[in-house]
Nanobody, 124 residues
Framework: QVQLVETGGGLVQAGGSLTLSCAAS????????LGWFRQAPGKEREFVAA????????NYADSVKGRSTISSDNIMNTAILRINNLKPEDTAVYYC?????????????????WGQGTQVTVSS
Protein backbone atom coordinates (compact mmCIF):
# COMPACT_ATOMS: atom_id res chain seq x y z
CA GLN A 1 0.00 0.00 0.00
CA VAL A 2 1.22 3.50 -0.85
CA GLN A 3 -0.04 6.75 0.59
CA LEU A 4 0.53 9.92 -1.43
CA VAL A 5 0.25 13.49 -0.16
CA GLU A 6 0.56 16.50 -2.45
CA THR A 7 1.71 19.90 -1.25
CA GLY A 8 2.73 23.17 -2.85
CA GLY A 9 -0.50 24.36 -4.36
CA GLY A 10 -1.76 27.88 -3.99
CA LEU A 11 -2.53 31.13 -5.74
CA VAL A 12 0.00 32.26 -8.32
CA GLN A 13 0.02 35.09 -10.83
CA ALA A 14 0.18 34.30 -14.52
CA GLY A 15 3.76 34.06 -15.67
CA GLY A 16 4.94 32.79 -12.32
CA SER A 17 6.21 29.36 -11.31
CA LEU A 18 5.06 26.68 -8.95
CA THR A 19 6.62 23.57 -7.48
CA LEU A 20 4.35 20.75 -6.39
CA SER A 21 5.62 17.94 -4.19
CA CYS A 22 4.26 14.46 -3.71
CA ALA A 23 5.41 12.64 -0.61
CA ALA A 24 4.98 8.90 -0.47
CA SER A 25 4.87 6.54 2.45
CA UNK A 26 4.47 2.83 2.70
CA UNK A 27 6.78 1.70 -0.09
CA UNK A 28 9.98 2.80 -1.76
CA UNK A 29 9.68 5.16 -4.70
CA UNK A 30 12.25 3.07 -6.55
CA UNK A 31 9.52 0.64 -7.53
CA UNK A 32 7.00 3.20 -8.74
CA UNK A 33 6.20 5.29 -11.76
CA LEU A 34 4.95 8.72 -10.72
CA GLY A 35 2.38 10.72 -12.57
CA TRP A 36 0.78 14.12 -12.20
CA PHE A 37 -2.75 14.75 -13.36
CA ARG A 38 -5.06 17.72 -13.00
CA GLN A 39 -8.76 18.42 -13.06
CA ALA A 40 -10.28 21.81 -13.68
CA PRO A 41 -13.87 22.61 -12.67
CA GLY A 42 -16.32 21.03 -15.07
CA LYS A 43 -13.61 19.17 -16.94
CA GLU A 44 -12.28 15.65 -16.94
CA ARG A 45 -9.04 14.74 -15.25
CA GLU A 46 -6.14 15.13 -17.63
CA PHE A 47 -2.55 14.02 -17.79
CA VAL A 48 0.22 16.50 -16.99
CA ALA A 49 3.50 14.60 -16.65
CA ALA A 50 4.91 11.24 -15.63
CA UNK A 51 8.20 9.51 -14.99
CA UNK A 52 8.80 5.77 -15.25
CA UNK A 53 9.93 3.76 -12.24
CA UNK A 54 13.45 3.59 -13.71
CA UNK A 55 13.52 7.36 -14.14
CA UNK A 56 14.64 6.93 -17.74
CA UNK A 57 11.35 7.88 -19.37
CA UNK A 58 9.52 11.14 -18.84
CA ASN A 59 6.33 12.15 -20.59
CA TYR A 60 4.66 15.55 -20.69
CA ALA A 61 1.32 16.76 -21.94
CA ASP A 62 1.55 19.15 -24.86
CA SER A 63 -0.09 21.81 -22.70
CA VAL A 64 2.91 21.93 -20.33
CA LYS A 65 5.73 20.63 -22.51
CA GLY A 66 8.70 22.95 -22.51
CA ARG A 67 7.71 24.73 -19.32
CA SER A 68 7.46 21.92 -16.82
CA THR A 69 9.78 19.39 -15.23
CA ILE A 70 8.99 16.19 -13.37
CA SER A 71 11.50 14.51 -11.12
CA SER A 72 11.62 12.01 -8.30
CA ASP A 73 13.89 11.71 -5.30
CA ASN A 74 14.12 8.08 -4.27
CA ILE A 75 15.94 8.91 -1.05
CA MET A 76 13.32 11.37 0.13
CA ASN A 77 10.47 9.38 -1.46
CA THR A 78 9.24 12.58 -3.05
CA ALA A 79 8.14 13.45 -6.56
CA ILE A 80 8.39 17.02 -7.80
CA LEU A 81 6.50 18.82 -10.55
CA ARG A 82 7.62 22.31 -11.46
CA ILE A 83 5.66 24.41 -13.91
CA ASN A 84 6.99 27.71 -15.22
CA ASN A 85 5.21 30.48 -17.07
CA LEU A 86 1.90 29.56 -15.49
CA LYS A 87 -1.29 30.40 -17.34
CA PRO A 88 -4.85 30.82 -16.08
CA GLU A 89 -5.74 27.60 -17.89
CA ASP A 90 -3.34 25.76 -15.58
CA THR A 91 -5.85 26.35 -12.78
CA ALA A 92 -6.94 22.96 -11.47
CA VAL A 93 -6.64 20.47 -8.68
CA TYR A 94 -3.37 18.62 -9.21
CA TYR A 95 -3.12 14.96 -8.28
CA CYS A 96 -0.12 12.75 -7.78
CA UNK A 97 -0.43 9.10 -8.80
CA UNK A 98 1.78 6.05 -8.54
CA UNK A 99 1.97 2.65 -10.15
CA UNK A 100 4.38 -0.11 -9.23
CA UNK A 101 6.87 -0.80 -12.00
CA UNK A 102 4.98 1.58 -14.23
CA UNK A 103 6.42 3.06 -17.40
CA UNK A 104 5.10 6.59 -17.05
CA UNK A 105 2.02 6.23 -19.23
CA UNK A 106 -0.32 9.20 -19.63
CA UNK A 107 -3.48 7.20 -18.99
CA UNK A 108 -4.93 7.65 -15.51
CA UNK A 109 -6.22 4.07 -15.41
CA UNK A 110 -2.60 2.87 -15.40
CA UNK A 111 -2.14 4.23 -11.88
CA UNK A 112 -3.39 2.44 -8.81
CA UNK A 113 -2.49 4.89 -6.06
CA TRP A 114 -3.68 8.49 -5.85
CA GLY A 115 -3.26 11.44 -3.56
CA GLN A 116 -6.05 13.75 -2.45
CA GLY A 117 -4.95 16.61 -4.66
CA THR A 118 -3.77 20.17 -4.17
CA GLN A 119 -5.44 23.26 -5.62
CA VAL A 120 -3.51 25.49 -8.00
CA THR A 121 -5.09 28.78 -9.00
CA VAL A 122 -3.45 31.04 -11.56
CA SER A 123 -4.70 34.62 -11.67
CA SER A 124 -4.50 36.70 -14.81
Amino acid sequence: QVQLVETGGGLVQAGGSLTLSCAASGRSFREFALGWFRQAPGKEREFVAAVSYTGRTKNYADSVKGRSTISSDNIMNTAILRINNLKPEDTAVYYCAAEQYGLGYPQSEKYRYWGQGTQVTVSS
